[in-house]
């Protein structure tokens, strides 16, 4: 059974920092890309950044390019999201999602099997 489990959210003022970590069975980890989301009430699900199986790949929205990193730690099952020079428009839940590249990629939701429960950031100005 695939499972993920996020952790590192919280409140930070505009400029600041954090580090989003998501913890994904063994399963997920070494057979499915993995990747982060992000959604405001109101608004449908948006794709932030991805990551390869290997961890040779990335991409990430142009949104959050320049500031945010994606990354992985192979020996501990869990990838990683930096996010530097935070913005108040970065406020969001955020989402780890694992499956295939092209839907994560894609922003194609309705195609990606396993979520995070979430993990709620907000940046105050």
């Known amino acids: 059974q695939v499972q993920l489990v996020e952790s590192g959210g919280g409140l930070v003022q505009v400029g600041g920092s954090l580090r989003l970590s998501c913890a994904a069975s063994?399963?997920?980890?070494?057979?499915?890309?993995m990747g982060w989301f992000r959604q405001v009430p109101g608004k449908e699900r948006e794709f932030v950044a991805v990551i390869s199986v290997s961890g040779a790949n990335t991409a990430s929205a142009d949104s959050v390019k320049g500031r945010f990193t994606i990354s992985r730690n192979n020996a501990k099952n869990t990838i990683y999201l930096q996010m530097n020079s935070l913005k108040p428009e970065d406020t969001a839940v955020y989402y780890c999602a694992a499956g295939r590249w092209k839907d994560i990629y894609s922003n194609s939701v309705s195609g990606i099997n396993y979520w995070g429960q979430g993990t709620q950031v907000t940046v105050s100005s």
């Open positions: 063994e399963l997920a980890f070494s057979t499915l890309a």
